[in-house]
């Protein structure tokens, strides 16, 4: 990737000795994802701004954790794409063996979960008094999950002091969501997602791999729909046309 072929309105740098390239569409998705429809004031603002700030680094984190890993295990010198629903991240070639590329894989998944427990971490370490608590509740709550009160009490203490404003609140419950969810999602056994990769590689077979990601796509479809999720009922029926066309690609092989 050169900056002297950079598409007009993209964003490009580089961080850690790896190009990036964040084109503008991805920015839309996101603030589109966030309630961007929706707004209807000051707060609405707010809260979509802090979405996609949220959205952006936990995607940039993610595909780092990719990038980095597959340097390490000797894939060559990577670069990373923006653009749309996601990331990608570009290598000359994989790693050496498959248990490389599985763990190239995974890195990606793992570095944006690790982004919403560091985010616990600090808002802990800085508001509540207690690190560990901040980690419990960035995995926790975004899962529905139960908070023992030794963890949560301090949270509620801190936004009624005012040392945690309801701003930087809504920083990190979005940071933690974000990055919860999308890695969870992504693990899903899925092409294109991570999940479908990883599924693959374990069994040596993506023609099965692709076979499983069709009906688990169809039945996550049907239950959107059953459900009236109209949006996710579009996503998941993106991802069981996309397994489809895997599925006859592996197919001819």
Known sequence: MQCSSVPKGSLYFELLGVPVLIRPFSWLVLALLGGGLGISNGSDVSHVLIF???????????EFGHALTGRFLGSGPPSIE?????????TPYPPRTRRGYFLMVLAGPLASLLLGILGGF?????HLGNPIAGVIISIFEPLGLPIADWAYSPLIEAVESGSLSIFWLNCYYTLFIICVYWSIFNLLPLFPLDGGKLLGT????????SMVGLVLACA???????????????????LAAINWQYLRSFHKE
Request: hydrophobic share 60%.
């Open 82 to 90: 923006i653009a749309g629903l996601g990331g990608v991240t570009y």
């Open 202 to 209: 374990l069994l040596d077979n993506y023609r099965i791999a």
């Open 122 to 126: 600090v808002m802990g370490l800085i």
């Open 52 to 62: 996609v700030v949220s959205g952006m680094l936990c995607l940039l984190v993610h």
């Open 220 to 238: 996550l479809c049907l239950l959107c729909l059953i459900s009236g999720m109209w949006f996710n009922m579009v996503l998941t029926g993106y």
